[in-house]
């Protein structure tokens, strides 16, 4: 299930099932939409990106979806594993000024 | 090797003093930045350089000044620390006009 409060969204998820993570983004101008990963006491950690003019994009295991019309941007894991469990962030980058800013995270925990 | 490294890794620090953290990135990159993570995990971007200029400077306290002796480093020196200065610091490095970023594994600063 879902969760938000005063913590981080969390998403709770039984492993080998397929996860989303969705993320609002503000700037119609950013050129590129940015997935990252970040475990616990590392950095974040980049997965997928996708440029503005796509609205699809698939890699290993994860597809990135980006919905330009109401500003909407998700991750799909597919058979999530206990690995998986981290905060997912989504990110903008826009090239006039290489500015690359980050939305807010969403826990994820895989139950094995 | 480690493509963007931070030293220290933590830091513990009385309020009023002043401190220093280094990054040094061996990507070739361009572009390096700061971020302040807060115990909500929120990920803020403080800086931006790219080829040794600053490129952003988002609402930051003029405590906080980053130098860039060469593309590589990009240290952030904090004058008369406060308490709300307590976060983990990331550096980041990408190339510009790529939407992947590498980051280092953080400096958690805590002011006491």
């Known amino acids: 299930g879902e969760s938000v409060g005063l913590h981080l969204p969390t998403l709770s998820v039984q492993e080998g099932d397929n996860s989303i993570i969705n993320c609002a983004y503000s700037n119609s101008a950013s050129d590129y939409f940015i997935w990252y990963k970040q475990e616990s006491g590392k950095g974040p950690q980049f997965i997928i990106d996708?440029?503005?003019?796509?609205d699809k994009r698939q890699g290993q295991r994860v597809t990135v979806l980006l919905n330009k019309t109401v500003k909407h941007l998700s991750l799909q894991i597919a058979a999530t594993q206990p690995g998986d469990s981290a905060v997912y962030f989504c990110?903008?980058?826009?090239?006039?000024?290489?500015?690359?800013?980050f939305g807010k995270g969403n826990q994820v925990v895989v139950i094995p | 090797d480690t493509a963007v490294s931070q030293t220290p890794k933590y830091l513990v620090t009385q309020m009023g003093n002043d401190k220093s953290i280094k990054c040094e990135q061996n990507l070739g990159h361009d572009t390096m930045y700061w971020y302040k993570q807060d115990s909500k995990k929120f990920l803020k971007i403080m800086f931006s350089y790219n080829n040794k200029e600053l490129i952003i400077n988002e609402t930051v306290p003029n405590r906080f000044s980053p130098k860039s002796p060469d593309k590589a480093h990009l240290n952030l020196h904090i004058n008369s620390l406060e308490l709300g200065d307590s976060a983990v610091y990331f550096c980041a490095s990408s190339q510009e006009a790529r939407a992947e970023a590498f980051f280092g594994q953080g400096t958690r600063l805590t002011v006491v």
């Open positions: 990110a903008e980058k826009y090239y006039g000024n290489n500015r690359l800013a």
């Open positions: 996708i440029r503005s003019n796509m």
